[in-house]
Antibody
């Protein structure tokens, strides 16, 4: 059974960089695509970015200039960095796998990141 | 960017009712449309992939249909545990999600 677990600071100051890591168990990140999706409190889901071991990467165009997504195959983890954060970046951040039909499954449990002084 | 618009935003229904949620894409996305269920304080769970393929373990009362720009999620015989928010998701060009439809049990 594939499981994903997000980790990282729950509080980030404005203008700083948000950094999250997703640890994958039950599958190798060499397979499939792996991505990040966020959900501001009480709002809809918003795609952030995804990537694969082949180097193919996709970004939400509205966030692209601030986002870095990377894989660490030695640790079977992938990471997200979002620079110059503001209160608008406050959200639950989910890591997830894109399956062969391009649907998203499974998802991590999510981690709330609050941007506040 | 492909925009997905769901309707309705909210639906209050009685158990055993039939529920229909629609998702309209701003451009042709073929069959690259998926549906998820999200309950409070939980991560979304895949229900239907590629328009109409039921995901493993999903009850048969959930079904999907459509193509191009217009898609539908149907729940035939709503159960109380189906109270949740439902999102559509396109993977035709990048990823985008609909705004969600909250289904409440009367």
């Amino acid at each position: 059974q594939v499981q994903l677990q997000e980790s990282g600071p729950g509080l980030v100051k404005p203008s700083e960089t948000l950094s999250l890591t997703c640890t994958v168990s039950g599958d190798s990140i060499i397979n499939y695509y792996w991505g990040w999706i966020r959900q501001p409190p009480g709002r809809a889901l918003e795609w952030v970015a995804y990537t694969s071991h082949t180097g193919i990467t996709g970004y939400n165009t509205s966030l692209r200039s601030r986002v870095t997504i990377s894989l660490d195959t030695s640790k079977n983890q992938f990471s997200l960095q979002l620079t110059s954060v503001t209160a608008a970046d406050t959200a639950v951040y989910y890591c997830a796998r894109r399956d062969t039909t391009s649907a998203v499954d499974p998802w991590g449990r999510g981690t709330l990141v609050t941007v506040s002084p | 960017e492909i925009v997905l618009t769901q309707s309705p935003d909210f639906q209050s229904v009685t158990p055993k009712d039939k529920v229909t949620i629609t998702c309209r894409a701003s451009q042709n996305i073929g069959y690259d449309l998926h549906w998820y269920q999200q309950k409070p304080d939980q991560s979304p769970k895949l229900l239907i992939k590629w328009t109409s393929q039921s995901f493993s373990g999903v009850p048969s009362r959930f079904s999907g249909s459509g193509s191009g720009t217009d898609f539908t999620l149907t729940i035939n015989g709503l159960e109380p545990e189906d109270a949740a928010t439902y999102f559509c998701h396109q993977s035709h060009s990048g990823w985008t999600f609909g705004q969600g439809t909250k289904v409440e049990i009367k």
